[in-house]
C-alpha cells in the first residue's frame, strides 16, 4: 500500500509505508478509511491497521501522538498588561476570522481577542475559540487614589495634602465645559490655581439669622433660621462647586477628562471638604469604547460589546 500524503509517510522518523510492509508479511494491512460524507472538523482520510487474523479494525493514531512535539492546534490565554501590547500581540496572531469582545463594566472592563472565531462568511466554518489574548484594564495608582477619597469628608489638612500630592492631575476647564455645568449646576468651576489656594486653608465664618413669620388671619408662627458663610472679611464666600480631574484610570492609558463635585462642611468652626467624581461611569465606559476601537482599527479586527459565545 503507498500513500502520497506526505504528513502521514512519516511522524519522527516512523514511515507507514515500512509499518504496511511489515503488516502485509503477517498477512494483515494498514489501509486507508476514507469518509464519504462532508463532515466538518475530521479529515477526509485516516490510517488504520486492519488485522486480518480476527477481522478487527485499529486505528494507529496513537502511534504518531507518542511522538508528538508540537499542539494540534493553538490555545490558551495571554494576558497582558498595556493596550499597545494588547494590539502588538493581535496583530501577530490575528486571522481573517479573529474578533475583539470588550466588557465595559466601568469597574472591571476587559477586552478579549478570540484569535481562533468562526468564520465570518454565511455559513462559514466553526472553529475552537480557545486561543485568546485579554487585556483587563488595570487601575493606575493615580485613579485609586481619587476613588478612594471619593464622598469622604476631609479635614483641612488631609484636603490640603491630597491636593498638592495630585495638583499635576488637575486641569483647566475649556470654554465648553465651564459654560456647560454652570448651565447645569448654577456654579462656577475651579482652575487648578483655585484648588491650590483652597487647600492652603479658608477662614469661614458662620452668620445665623432668626426670621420669625405670624399669618395674621390664623395667627400660625412660622421661625426659619438661615446660615450665611461669609470670609474673614466680611465677605460672601464663594467656593466653586467643580473642577476638572485630567488623569488616566488604567495603567499607562489615555488620559480623560472627568468633572469632580466639590462640597464643603462647617461643623464646630472646622471645615470638611468632600470631593465627589460626576458620573466617572460614563467617562470611563467611553474610554474604553475608544480603547476598544483603535484596537479594532490597529488589529484589522471586527469588534462587539460583549462576551463570545464559547468558553475560554
Keep these: 500500500m503507498t ?3 506526505p504528513e502521514l509517510k512519516s511522524a519522527m522518523g516512523v514511515d507507514i509505508e515500512a509499518i504496511t510492509a511489515l503488516a502485509d508479511k503477517a498477512g494483515s494491512k494498514i489501509e486507508m478509511l476514507v469518509r464519504n460524507d462532508r463532515s466538518h472538523g475530521v479529515p477526509e482520510q485516516i490510517p488504520v491497521f486492519v488485522n486480518r487474523e ?4 485499529d486505528t494507529v493514531a496513537d502511534l504518531f501522538e507518542r511522538y508528538r512535539f508540537a499542539p494540534a492546534r493553538k490555545s490558551g490565554t495571554a494576558k497582558v498588561t498595556t493596550l499597545e501590547s494588547f494590539i502588538d500581540l493581535g496583530t501577530r496572531h490575528a486571522t481573517p476570522a479573529s474578533a ?8 472591571k472592563p476587559s477586552l478579549t481577542m478570540v484569535v481562533d472565531y468562526h468564520e465570518n462568511d454565511t455559513g462559514g466554518t466553526a472553529d475552537n475559540g480557545k486561543h485568546r489574548i485579554r487585556y483587563d484594564f488595570p487601575l493606575s495608582d493615580e485613579w485609586k487614589a481619587w476613588v478612594g477619597i471619593d464622598g469622604k469628608p476631609m479635614e483641612q489638612t488631609v484636603f490640603a ?11 483647566t476647564p475649556d470654554d ?8 447645569k449646576f448654577g456654579f462656577r468651576v475651579a482652575y487648578p490655581t483655585e484648588m491650590h489656594t483652597l487647600s492652603r486653608g479658608l477662614q469661614v465664618f458662620a452668620e445665623t439669622r432668626v426670621k420669625n413669620a405670624v399669618t395674621l388671619q390664623t395667627g400660625e408662627g412660622q421661625i426659619a433660621f438661615e446660615e450665611e458663610h461669609k470670609d474673614a472679611n466680611g465677605n460672601k464666600i464663594d467656593v466653586p462647586g467643580m473642577f476638572i480631574l485630567s488623569v488616566s484610570p488604567f495603567f499607562m492609558g489615555e488620559p480623560v477628562r472627568i468633572p469632580v463635585r466639590l ?7 472646622s471645615i470638611k471638604w468632600i470631593i465627589k467624581l460626576y458620573r466617572p461611569d460614563v467617562y470611563i465606559t467611553k474610554q474604553v469604547m475608544r480603547d476598544m476601537e483603535k484596537a ?3 488589529t484589522g479586527t471586527p469588534s462587539f460589546q460583549g462576551q463570545p459565545e464559547m468558553s475560554a
Excluded: C
Design 3 to 5: 500513500t502520497d500524503n
Design 54 to 57: 480476527d477481522g478487527r479494525v
Design 100 to 107: 475583539i469582545f470588550a466588557d465595559t463594566d466601568w469597574q
Design 161 to 171: 495634602e491630597f491636593i498638592e500630592d495630585h495638583i499635576a492631575e488637575l486641569s
Design 176 to 183: 465648553g465645559e465651564e459654560e456647560d455645568f454652570r448651565h
Design 263 to 269: 462640597r464643603y462642611r462647617l461643623q464646630a468652626g
Design 296 to 298: 479594532a482599527s490597529e
